[in-house]
Nanobody, 124 residues
Framework: QVQLVESGGGLVQAGDSLRLSCAASGRTFSSYAMGWFRQAPGKEREFVAGISWSGGGTYYADSVKGRFTIPVDNARNTVYLQMNSLKPEDTAVYYC?????????????????WGQGTQVTVSS
C-alpha cells in the first residue's frame, strides 16, 4: 500500500514558478514509476510528466516540455513537479500518481495510487 500526499499548489501569475511536492509512504517507493496528471474543468485528466521506476527515463507532454521538470528525492520518498514560466492554460487540479514497475509514460487506467490533488491557478 502506498499513500501519496501532495502539497504546493496555489494562485500565481503568468510567468511565475511553482513547485508541487508528492510525499509517498511505504518502503517500496523506488519500485514505482511516478507521474503527474492534471485536469482542468470540463476536460479529461491528462498526463503531464513522468519518471520510470528505475529512474532511467522521463516523459513530458508537449504542452509543458522545456518548462516543467520532475525531480525525485529517493531519500525523502518524494517526487516534485517543478513548473516554470507558468501560463493561464496550466490552470488545473494536479494529481500525483504511482504505477508499479512502470515506464515513464502511463495512462489513467494503469495508475495504482493517486494523490488527493492540488489546485494550481495561473492568472493572466
Amino acid at each position: 500500500q502506498v499513500q501519496l500526499v501532495e502539497s504546493g499548489g496555489g494562485l500565481v501569475q503568468a510567468g511565475d514558478s511553482l513547485r508541487l511536492s508528492c510525499a509517498a509512504s511505504g518502503r517500496t517507493f523506488s519500485s514505482y514509476a511516478m507521474g503527474w496528471f492534471r485536469q482542468a474543468p470540463g476536460k479529461e485528466r491528462e498526463f503531464v510528466a513522468g519518471i520510470s521506476w528505475s529512474g532511467g527515463g522521463t516523459y513530458y507532454a508537449d504542452s509543458v516540455k522545456g518548462r516543467f521538470t520532475i525531480p525525485v528525492d529517493n531519500a525523502r520518498n518524494t517526487v516534485y513537479l517543478q513548473m516554470n514560466s507558468l501560463k493561464p492554460e496550466d490552470t488545473a487540479v494536479y494529481y500525483c500518481a504511482a504505477h508499479y514497475r512502470g515506464s515513464y509514460y502511463f495512462t489513467v487506467p494503469l495508475v495504482d495510487y493517486w494523490g488527493q490533488g492540488t489546485q494550481v491557478t495561473v492568472s493572466s
